[in-house]
């Protein structure tokens, strides 16, 4: 688990495939609105303005978006990724055909906003728990294709990734539980098959806690426990594994489940509940003589 930009690729190819799915979905054949009323030799600049204070993320991904359409598109970030920015900031300015800055425009802010909205919110938990020696991580609960980007952006925010997917670490979940009979058989089988996969378990009771502890689970999750279970669960398991608390964190919650110690604390709102962090493209249009 990491928390800093460096440590997070985000594929090309995926981006420029999520590029080409936006393009085919939004535009097809043409953006029929521009290109009847803007010339083709028209050229324009654009500011992209913060409308709101937050933290800015995914502009690499939305540069792509233009020069999709115009590969000579001049991108001039005032900012970088990762920055706070303040309401009425100009994050970049961009110079280039007209018609690709109007129609590449909503796609890049698409992107753009959802990133930068994630990261805001999650600097809003970093922020709340900054007093704690705990680590605030991300889920799967992700846009699907969208996967690299928000986890990129958590960490923008300040944030932890947890798993990429359901191939870089094993979670026994209740219905892994009931499949292999008990904790302690789903621990070893998976033990058998992958030996080098760290192990996390769900456990829902003191009982599972103890259980999961004596099967040598890496990290141990306290799904949905009350503030005085999860007192006892990080008493009864100390530095024998990680500890994970999870299930409706809010920021009026993450303070007081940070003080019970544990390691980390997962919320899926980061990215399944985000609100697009406010950006708006003001265009204007160069002479051409």
Excluded: C
């Excluded at 846009?143 to 690299?148: K, M, S, T």
Aim: negative net charge.
């Amino acid at each position: 688990m990491t928390n800093n930009l460096d440590s997070i690729t985000v594929d090309n190819v995926v981006v420029e495939a999520l590029i080409d799915r936006a393009f085919d979905e939004d535009v097809q054949s043409g953006d029929v609105t521009t290109n009847a009323i803007v010339d083709k030799t028209q050229q324009a600049r654009a500011v992209w303005v913060a409308k709101e204070q937050g933290i800015v993320a995914g502009l690499d991904v939305a540069k792509q978006v233009f020069e999709y359409l115009d590969p000579l598109v001049v991108w001039e970030p005032n900012v970088e990724d990762g920055t706070i920015v303040d309401e009425g900031t100009e994050i970049v300015t961009l110079k280039g055909r007209a018609r690709a800055l109007l129609t590449a425009e909503r796609i890049a802010l698409n992107i753009a906003q959802r990133m930068s909205g994630i990261a805001t919110m999650t600097q809003k938990f970093v922020d709340a728990v900054d007093e704690y020696s705990v680590e605030i991580l991300d889920t799967r609960k992700t846009v699907p294709g969208f996967r690299q980007l928000d986890k990129y952006a958590v960490q923008a925010g300040g944030g932890t990734n947890h798993r990429m997917g359901l191939y870089d670490m094993a979670m026994v979940k209740d219905n892994h539980i009931v499949a292999a009979g008990n904790i302690t058989e789903a621990v070893q089988k998976i033990r058998n098959s992958s030996p080098e996969i760290q192990v996390e378990v769900e456990t829902v009771t003191l009982d599972q806690v103890r259980e999961a502890l004596a099967a040598g689970a890496d990290v141990i999750m306290l799904d949905n426990m009350s503030i005085e279970q999860m007192n006892k669960a990080v008493e009864i398991i100390g530095s024998r594994a990680h500890t994970e608390a999870s299930g409706n964190v809010t920021l009026d919650t993450v303070k007081e489940i940070a003080a019970t110690g544990v390691d980390y604390i997962s919320i899926g709102a980061l990215t399944h509940s985000v609100k697009a962090f406010d950006i708006s493209q003001r265009l204007t249009y160069i002479n051409n003589h």
